[in-house]
């Protein structure tokens, strides 16, 4: 008796824990500061004169 009780119990938090995932609700939240906040920096190489020499520089650049 006590075997069929213990069975019965097991079974029904079996299931209602196999239920739950599938009544659960996708909840996505949003921020104003996805990704866009932060500075993309790339170096850049730049070119110029100076005195009659040729310079050759690489700077960071950054939006």
Known sequence: MKTILLASVLALSAASAAMAPARAETVVIKTHDHMHMRKHCRMKTVT????????????????
């Open 48 to 63: 110029h004169w100076r005195h009659h020499k040729k310079i050759v520089e690489q700077v960071k650049v950054c939006n």
